[in-house]
């Protein structure tokens, strides 16, 4: 039988006892309050809520102790001498995670020449923080959104509204189930860092963000992976309310789309036409961007728009060999997305995906209970106040001249978002390099300005300005190669043009923004 995680009032009892000793001995300060403390402590098991204990100690100790007395044994006048407060538990809780000793599991060590040297030897010189095995890693959602998140505007707000509400709804209901999000979007528009936003705000007592980077680097082969999954899946569900977002849908399940070139095309198009069609179509084209069919070339009408470089945009004529990706991980994966679990226990699956067409054709979308859209950022408005507040907060050292000011912004917001929509990955980089650019540029001429702000009311000496952000953007924007396959294309331009006697053709820039 499965005894489950104690309840916060069974952690405080818990804690009681684990903390009686010290109460008697008197070495317990008034201040502590074990009522916060079993709050804090969400999914601890009794293990880990007594290494909470032994932890605060050992910061007592180390705080309060005359370190000449380390290997001697505790005498009750030094014990008296040291009160555990509130304040050493919180330490205990959240000292840096480099520290961390999971004491509960097997991490004891065995040296014990007396109280406080054991105490010292098992959580290090500086305390421990324990992390509990089926709790939250509070370090791990903050990570997918290090500048902070923006609530950039309403877009930003329908989709943590839609996310809200099922959160809300875990919390009010008291059946049991399995819910499954999938967040869907363009790369880079911010589908990660809503679900880890989500997962931080949730106060469930346990979520855990899963990448593909998580799998492949500890389980090899689908049996490894199904298995680690499973794993997790199983430690969710020692939680009554649970939350595992899986990033990348599309990458855990190893999803890939092959494409195979039919093996003769080149050689189809230059047997049937004459080198001199084909070396109109190569002149009009410039580069030979996109494949041309073979029953389209042998068509007059076609080679009438072949004189129009604009028109003539032709489908790649390959041979499709449907879709990849690892059946027993998907199979996994959806069994869990349907699985109804034991009374009162409840799973929310948050997913995210860049290819959500494509796991609709091949219907690996139907698992999930409800889809939400991720917008990429479209308005001058949302722009702006991405503009606005992240080169405050993402050079917040050097924040009064690495800034855009106001105008700047709003003129850049509208011109940006004349070209179309943009991933906020995409915006972010695009400030990053303007930065980049520019701290290069002061340090090779001139000695970089004091970081200091400038008086409030005259222009900060060295502010991010428009041309240099738009300098970045055009940059990107031009250097952009946007070709469908792209080696196949190069390749097959490259065959076509030294048939009919062209140089091979440039790779042809075309904005992606
Ligand atoms: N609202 C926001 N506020 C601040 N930063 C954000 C916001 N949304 C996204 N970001 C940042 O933008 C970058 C890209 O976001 P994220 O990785 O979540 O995109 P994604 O849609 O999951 O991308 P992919 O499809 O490539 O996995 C990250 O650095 C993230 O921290």
Known sequence: MEIGLPDEQGRQQILRIHTSKLRESECLGEDVDLAEVAHETKNYSG??????????????????????????????????????????????????????????????????????????????????????????????APQFFPYGMIPYGP???????????????????????????????????GKTAIAAMLAKESEFPFHKIITPKDITSRAAGDAGKVQLLNKWFDDSFKSKMSMLVLDDFEKLIELSHSCALTQSHSLTIAQSHSLAHCRTIALAHNQLHHYTPTPRFSNPSTLALAHNPVVLSLTPHTHSTGPRFSNPILQCLQAWMAYTPQAGHKLLIVSTTSCYEKLRTYEMADGFTEVIHVPCLASPADMEAVLKVVTAAMFF????????????????????????????????????????????????????????????????????????LMAQFRLSRDSVVCMPTPFSLQRDAAALAAQVGLPAPAATSTSTM
Do not use: W
Request: aromatic share 4%; with cysteine; charged share 20%.
């Open 47 to 140: 293990a880990e809520l007594e290494g909470v204990v032994k932890a605060a100690v050992s910061h007592a100790l180390f705080q309060r102790m005359d370190l000449k007395s380390l290997g001697q044994a505790l005498t009750p006048e030094m014990l008296r001498n040291i009160k555990v407060t509130q304040q050493d538990f919180r330490l205990a809780l959240t000292e840096v995670r480099s520290h961390c000793l999971q004491v509960s599991h097997g991490c004891m060590s065995g040296v014990s020449v007396t109280p406080l040297t054991r105490l010292l030897s098992v959580h290090g010189p500086h305390g421990a923080q324990v992390i509990p095995l089926y709790g939250v890693d509070r370090e791990q």
């Open 155 to 189: 877009a930003f707000d329908r989709v943590m509204r839609a996310g809200q509400a099922v959160i809300r709804m875990f919390h009010s209901t008291p059946n049991s189930m399995t819910y499954s999000l999938l967040l869907e979007g363009d790369h880079g528009a």
């Open 397 to 468: 050292v050097t924040a009064a001249r690495d800034c855009l000011d106001d105008a700047d912004a709003h003129r850049a917001a509208a011109d940006l978002s004349s070209c179309g929509e943009i991933p906020m990955k995409k915006l972010l980089s695009l400030i990053q390099r303007a930065q980049g650019e520019k701290s290069s540029t002061a340090t090779a001429t001139t000695p970089i300005p004091s970081p200091a702000p400038s008086p409030a009311g005259t222009p900060a000496p060295c502010r991010l300005t428009y041309d240099e």
